[in-house]
């Protein structure tokens, strides 16, 4: 007799029903996963190329910074339009074109064979990975939230975007043995080439994982309007999207400008605050996974008021870098970024899942997403702002730390008046 009709045999009662984790659900952790990290790697191929790819072009290596800018654009858009697609098209095949989108913008960045050239192409590359970037999250939330039990949601979602570090730790370790063997050019084909042989790999789980789709489900008039009304309209959801914002604008400031900040301020090498950040991020993977556990234990409102706290501390911490600070104390705060600005993603987004409408899961992350991906746009660009008024480095960190910790704060107000009750 199976075990779990033990009980109705010797009481008479059902068996109390036990979700366990599904075969559907780890083939889709596991294709997500691998989507997620390809496209992140494809992301960071010209940031960790950049110095190669400057030289042979003679341009600055400074403008990899507007590329990402124009990325955050395109993801935006992208973003927001995503709902209509993945009702249509299903969630796996808009997974799929992400990663087509991700290849095309690493074919077009050999083709900038002239600083004349380069700069049209760098524009369509940035483009087409911020389509590949924005889409990711609204599709794999659809599919993750169809196959996971509740219990385990925190879990599997933060454990879906560790994909982020590890696309960036395999590119900053294997991209530069590419360039160094084919040039930054051959580098970024190789990337391309496994970026259209996972989208075509992921072809045979598509009948399964895109059964629920509607071909004649309206693409964009529709999606993008329905998808920021119920964001808007939903208290719950509305709130964590503005905090999420905050939190993005944090991220983008650690991971854009922590560097250069550390580097002036306490005169330490490139290369030593580079592994301090590098660092950072190893310490962000196994941090997203617990902060997912901590989210299915206990009030994920608390784990994000706690993300919050973290992150507007380590913030308040940098704008005393200073001369005087040990090399262990930078690799410190490098880790507390990276354990919470960098962390929060997985936890949010369950958070979403969990107060969206089960068949509006999609809509409900491409709504919030947009909101993140302007956070993300605004944080640096008020960081070099409050600079240029105030002339201090600090101010900027000071201003992020202030807004997080705001929105930590509103998450521990509790009730129905908190950030996401």
Same mark, same amino acid.
């Given at each position: 007799?199976?075990?779990?009709?033990?009980?109705?045999?010797?009481?008479?009662? *059902?068996?109390?029903?036990?979700?366990?984790?599904?075969?559907?659900?780890?083939?889709?952790?596991?294709?997500?996963?691998?989507?997620?990290?390809?496209?992140?790697?494809?992301?960071?191929?010209?940031?960790?190329?950049?110095?190669?790819?400057?030289?042979?072009?003679?341009?600055? @290596?400074?403008?990899?910074?507007?590329?990402?800018?124009?990325?955050?654009?395109?993801?935006?858009? !992208?973003?927001?339009?995503?709902?209509?697609?993945?009702?249509?098209?299903?969630?796996?095949?808009?997974?799929?074109?992400?990663?087509?989108?991700?290849?095309?913008?690493?074919?077009?960045?050999?083709?900038?064979?002239?600083?004349?050239?380069?700069?049209?192409?760098?524009?369509?590359?940035?483009?087409?990975?911020?389509?590949?970037?924005?889409?990711?999250?609204?599709?794999?939330?659809?599919?993750?939230?169809?196959?996971?039990?509740?219990?385990?949601?925190?879990?599997?979602?933060?454990? /879906?975007?560790?994909?982020? *570090?590890?696309?960036?730790?395999?590119?900053?370790?294997?991209?530069?043995?590419?360039? @160094?063997?084919?040039?930054?050019?051959?580098?970024?084909?190789?990337?391309?080439?496994?970026?259209?042989?996972? !989208?075509?790999?992921? +072809?045979?789980?598509?009948? /399964?994982?895109?059964?629920?789709?509607?071909?004649?489900?309206?693409?964009?008039?529709?999606?993008?309007?329905?998808?920021?009304?119920?964001?808007?309209?939903?208290? @719950?959801?509305?709130?964590?999207?503005? @905090?999420?914002?905050?939190?993005?604008?944090? +991220?983008?400031?650690?991971?854009?400008?922590?560097?250069?900040?550390?580097?002036?301020?306490?005169?330490?090498?490139?290369?030593?605050?580079?592994?301090?950040?590098?660092?950072?991020?190893?310490?962000?993977?196994?941090?997203?996974?617990?902060?997912?556990?901590?989210?299915?234990?206990? *009030?994920?409102?608390?784990?994000?008021?706690?993300?919050?706290?973290?992150?507007?501390?380590?913030?308040?911490?940098?704008?005393?870098?200073?001369?005087?600070?040990?090399?262990?104390?930078?690799?410190?705060?490098?880790?507390?970024?990276?354990?919470?600005?960098?962390?929060?993603?997985?936890?949010?987004?369950?958070?979403?899942?969990?107060? !969206?409408?089960?068949?509006?899961?999609?809509?409900?992350?491409?709504?919030?997403?947009?909101?993140?991906?302007?956070?993300?746009?605004?944080?640096?660009?008020?960081?070099?702002?409050?600079?240029?008024?105030?002339?201090?480095?600090?101010?900027?960190?000071?201003?992020?730390?202030?807004?997080?910790?705001?929105?930590?704060?509103?998450?521990?107000?509790?009730?129905? /008046?908190?950030?996401?009750?």
């Amino acid at each position: 007799m199976p075990a779990l009709h033990c009980r109705r045999a010797i009481t008479g009662y *059902p068996a109390p029903h036990f979700p366990l984790i599904s075969r559907p659900m780890y083939r889709v952790l596991f294709a997500m996963l691998a989507c997620h990290a390809l496209v992140a790697l494809a992301v960071f191929t010209l940031p960790i190329v950049a110095p190669a790819a400057a030289k042979s072009l003679g341009v600055p @290596a400074t403008m990899v910074g507007y590329y990402t800018t124009v990325m955050l654009v395109g993801a935006v858009f !992208a973003t927001v339009i995503t709902a209509g697609f993945v009702r249509r098209y299903g969630a796996l095949r808009v997974s799929q074109m992400t990663l087509v989108f991700a290849g095309l913008g690493l074919l077009a960045m050999p083709l900038a064979v002239s600083p004349l050239v380069a700069l049209p192409l760098l524009v369509a590359s940035a483009v087409l990975m911020g389509f590949a970037y924005g889409p990711a999250n609204p599709a794999s939330s659809h599919l993750l939230a169809r196959v996971t039990p509740g219990h385990l949601r925190g879990r599997i979602f933060s454990i /879906k975007q560790t994909a982020i *570090p590890i696309g960036g730790a395999v590119g900053g370790f294997a991209l530069p043995l590419l360039e @160094a063997r084919f040039g930054w050019r051959g580098a970024a084909l190789v990337a391309c080439g496994a970026c259209f042989t996972l !989208a075509l790999a992921l +072809q045979p789980l598509r009948r /399964k994982m895109d059964a629920d789709r509607a071909p004649r489900a309206p693409l964009v008039a529709g999606s993008v309007v329905a998808a920021l009304r119920l964001v808007l309209r939903r208290p @719950a959801l509305r709130r964590l999207a503005a @905090a999420s914002g905050a939190f993005a604008a944090m +991220q983008f400031c650690f991971m854009s400008l922590f560097v250069t900040f550390a580097v002036e301020r306490t005169h330490l090498s490139l290369v030593a605050v580079g592994v301090a950040l590098s660092g950072g991020l190893v310490v962000s993977v196994f941090a997203r996974m617990l902060w997912g556990w901590a989210a299915d234990r206990f *009030p994920p409102r608390y784990v994000l008021a706690g993300l919050g706290l973290g992150m507007s501390a380590a913030a308040f911490t940098a704008s005393t870098l200073g001369p005087a600070w040990p090399y262990l104390a930078v690799v410190a705060l490098a880790v507390a970024f990276g354990s919470t600005g960098t962390a929060w993603q997985g936890v949010y987004l369950a958070e979403v899942a969990r107060h !969206a409408p089960a068949d509006a899961v999609a809509d409900a992350t491409a709504g919030s997403m947009a909101i993140t991906f302007f956070g993300a746009l605004a944080g640096p660009g008020a960081f070099s702002a409050l600079h240029a008024l105030t002339g201090s480095d600090a101010a900027g960190f000071l201003f992020v730390g202030a807004i997080t910790l705001a929105f930590a704060l509103a998450f521990l107000r509790g009730g129905k /008046k908190g950030p996401a009750e």
